[in-house]
């Protein structure tokens, strides 16, 4: 066997401080002492990387407060001003993508391939995209005088912290808004990084303010009467409470929540490349992608064909340190994420479906989960239903094109969906039935700065990302 | 795999409407998507000791090769030398897997080769247009065979092929099979005149169905030789193909491959695609020229920790 020795990444690139403040008028502030302090640790090691702040109400209030002094201006300034940070930052991100990626991959346990090459060069992507529009959202189609709301309030995951960064304040900021972020409490530090970021391009102080803490942070900062807009990406319980919280108040609302896609493999796919997909499909970024194909529908014809190549294909998969360039598989983001994932996939053993996971040996510290297909499921096994965020794959299989759309669209989600076939007209029939924000023709979890993204039903709604990503942001 | 499935594909070249239905009803390729995965094998990092198990592998799968109008047996006879003793400087160093020439050359290079466990190919069949009357290629295969060659490299009628003459094609391949007698047969598909990759699907399948013991992807005569997608799709096929009939078939990108870099992806491809079974030079070989000199360039570098220049390794 040709094995590939070890390959790691330095991890000394980034320096990370043994404790970090609170960013809020363009300045590091120690929490108030309504506030406290919490641990982050590398998921892949159980280590602890630093200690974060907890922002109680008081530095909320600061925060927001913040963000109201600078909205003025900063929507003052003419769209080709702003577009001029917006460009500098995302040269930096570039120029220091090195750091970030490693951080990231500290802080969350992905793989530093896929941070190295997708969440970063992503990232930095969507602040050159919206600095684009910055000078150009008359042009926009969202009449001939769009105004910035004001102060938005963003709280965002920790599957993919960078980017859903990237995603939250590129557009913010180019439409005129000023923000308050709230990172996820187990990956807050590349959030943390980037308001360095924000120093070194010079940008006002108060136009990004950056809140650590957990649940309770972000409850206190969605809440906050100063607050015009709410933009929140995460679970769709918490997104549920949002959504509650915001009701019958004068703040604007965008909600980007689980899902459970289904990727749909005709009997004309060309299979390899659907293997390949599928793969991608759940097994990027360890199945921590709301839009993950969870639920793989293959047609019964090629049923066989298919999983023995997937297994085949599982087997190569290398899990371990995120910091080796040869890893496609890291650590659970958590232990508690990890213990979710165990629940809901005995749950599927114990409910009779076949589970199925390529040997392979799991690192003894940090949290980990083997690579996992169930076959044999039904559209009535949990693990059919219910988002498991994890590299766990339910396979079901259907007979005709009506059958698949039906048991795709039978799902309270509809954040994304795949189709594999040869046939051109068969993906455009198909879609068009598909109730999902995204779907995806021979190809799964691609992104891009231009393409809208979004859901329907329990995954949310408004579209981040594109043109339609500017709206949520505008009066 | 059973007998009555290796009978029924053998059946398929009966005629030509069941060789044609059978070879467009294979899986379709994904431009795209064959191309996303080829890179993405492309960016494993291999260092340290996995390199140099690497380097000495790709070393004992090169079949070195010069095919010129200039070929004069004095550079085939030091070309051969070279094939046994790639570095003189390191006695550790493996010799290569083959040599491969024009059939005229051949006695010249099985005179240097008798013994030293070095094979001997020979591009014959009207190399490399294949455009040539079937007598001229089988009796210019009859005598690289009978000149000492135990490796025949044909190459397809890729206008046959193209006009969707399979049965023609197929029929070319088993009579050259045939006069090969103990030989092996590769196969070379010039995959750069294919087109597409559902042709090279096809062209592999029906080259291996016709008997060829290796597919080969270029002449190395046209623009577009071996590339990283063109070879998965090939190895795709042969493990598909052993997969339903129980037979082996080889691999052999050839042309356009020149550093050790590019020969490390390639390994990275085998060992992730169809795995350990294929990883060994009676499975997989280069057809190259210059890349040998390379491989010990960075095997030197390796073992010593500098790299030397180009004129510690010897000219071919």
């Not at chain 1, 969440?119 to 910055?134: E, K, R, S, T």
């Not at chain 2, 059946?11 to 060789?19: A, I, M, N, P, V």
């Not at chain 2, 591009?123 to 009796?139: E, I, M, N, R, Y």
């Not at chain 2, 998965?232 to 990108?253: H, I, N, S």
Request: include cysteine; charge should be negative.
């Amino acid at each position: 066997m040709f094995e590939y020795a070890p390959a790691p990444e330095s991890r000394s690139v980034v320096d990370i401080a043994p404790s970090y403040g609170l960013f809020i008028d363009g300045e590091f502030v120690s929490p108030a002492s309504s506030g406290g302090v919490f641990k982050t640790v590398n998921p892949a090691t159980e280590e602890v990387l630093a200690e974060v702040s907890t922002a109680g109400p008081e530095d909320v209030d600061r925060a927001v407060a913040a963000a109201r002094r600078a909205a003025g201006p900063w929507s003052a300034l003419p769209g080709a001003e702003r577009a001029k940070y917006l460009f500098r930052i995302a040269r930096i991100v570039q120029e220091r993508s090195r750091e970030l990626a490693v951080l990231e991959s500290l802080d969350n346990g992905k793989p530093i391939r896929e941070s190295r090459d997708v969440d970063l060069p992503l990232a930095a992507a969507h602040f050159f995209y919206y600095a684009g529009w910055a000078d150009k959202l008359r042009h926009a189609g969202f009449g001939d005088n769009p105004r910035p709301l004001g102060v938005a309030a963003q709280v965002i995951p920790w599957n993919f912290p960078m980017l859903m960064l990237a995603w939250k304040i590129a557009p913010a900021l180019a439409t005129g808004n000023t923000v308050v972020l709230k990172p996820a409490e187990t990956t807050p530090l590349s959030a943390l990084f980037f308001a360095d970021v924000c120093r070194q391009a010079e940008l006002p102080p108060g136009v990004v303010n950056i809140v650590t803490g957990a649940g309770e942070t972000g409850r206190t900062l969605v809440e906050h009467a100063g607050v015009d807009k709410v933009a929140f990406t995460g679970s769709t319980e918490v997104g549920r409470q949002i959504a509650r919280s915001v009701a019958g108040t004068r703040k604007r609302l965008t909600l980007e929540l689980g899902g459970k896609a289904a990727n749909i493999v005709f009997d004309d796919a060309p299979i390899d490349q659907a293997v390949e997909g599928i793969v991608n499909g759940i097994f990027f970024n360890q199945g921590h992608v709301c839009c993950a194909g969870s639920r793989l529908l293959i047609q019964e014809s090629v049923y066989d064909e298919v999983i023995e190549a997937l297994k085949r294909r599982m087997a190569t998969l290398r899990v371990g340190d995120p910091l080796d360039k040869n890893t496609d598989i890291g650590a659970i983001n958590s232990a508690e994420q990890l213990a979710r994932i165990r629940t809901l996939s005995d749950i599927g053993a114990e409910e009779g479906a076949e589970r199925w996971s390529p040997p392979c040996e799991l690192p003894a510290q940090g949290f980990w989960f083997a690579p996992t297909i169930f076959t044999g499921v039904t559209q009535a096994h949990r693990i059919a239903r219910e988002e498991i965020f994890g590299p766990v794959l339910s396979v079901l299989t259907f007979r005709t094109p009506a059958e698949a759309i039906e048991k795709a669209n039978n799902t309270p989600y509809g954040l994304s969906a795949g189709i594999w076939t040869e046939k051109g007209s068969q993906i455009l029939a198909v879609a068009d039935k598909l109730r999902a924000g995204v779907v995806w023709a021979n190809t799964f979890n691609k992104f891009d700065p231009t393409s809208p993204f979004g859901g329907y039903k329990e995954s949310g709604y408004g579209r981040e990302g594109g043109r339609h990503g500017l709206e949520a942001y505008l009066a | 795999m059973t007998a009555t499935t290796t009978s029924r594909l053998s059946d398929l070249s009966d005629s030509s409407f069941s060789l044609r239905s059978f070879l467009h009803g294979l899986p379709g390729v994904d431009k795209v998507g064959v191309e996303a995965r080829a890179a993405a094998l492309g960016t494993r990092s291999v260092k340290t000791s996995a390199k140099a198990a690497a380097i000495d592998l790709a070393i004992r799968m090169v079949d070195l090769t010069t095919l010129e109008g200039a070929d004069t047996p004095g550079k085939v006879r030091a070309l051969s030398a070279k094939a046994v003793r790639p570095d003189p400087a390191d006695p550790g160093c493996p010799g290569v897997a083959a040599v491969c020439v024009y059939p005229a050359m051949v006695p010249v290079a099985a005179e240097v080769l008798r013994g030293t466990g070095v094979h001997l190919a020979s591009v014959a069949t009207a190399f490399p247009s294949g455009q040539a009357p079937l007598d001229v290629k089988l009796a210019d295969t009859r005598d690289a065979v009978a000149g000492g060659a135990d490796e025949i490299d044909m190459v397809i009628s890729r206008g046959a092929f193209l006009a969707g003459r399979y049965d023609h094609v197929f029929d070319e391949i088993v009579a050259v099979k045939e006069a090969c007698g103990s030989a092996h047969l590769k196969v070379i598909l010039e995959t750069g005149e294919l087109g597409t990759y559902d042709n090279v699907r096809r062209a592999s399948w029906l080259a291996m169905l016709a008997g060829a013991d290796f597919i080969k992807t270029s002449t190395g005569k046209v623009p577009v030789a071996a590339t990283l997608p063109v070879t998965l799709v090939m190895l795709e096929a042969v493990r598909d193909f052993r997969a339903r009939t129980g037979r082996q078939v080889g691999v052999k990108p050839a042309g356009g491959i020149r550093t050790t870099k590019d020969a490390i992806k390639y390994l990275v491809m085998i060992n992730e695609t169809v795995g350990d079974d294929w990883l060994d030079p009676d499975w997989f070989r280069f057809g190259a020229s210059s890349l040998l000199n390379d491989l010990l360039m960075q095997r030197t570098k390796i073992a010593t920790g500098h790299y030397a220049g180009p004129d510690y390794f010897t000219l071919d």
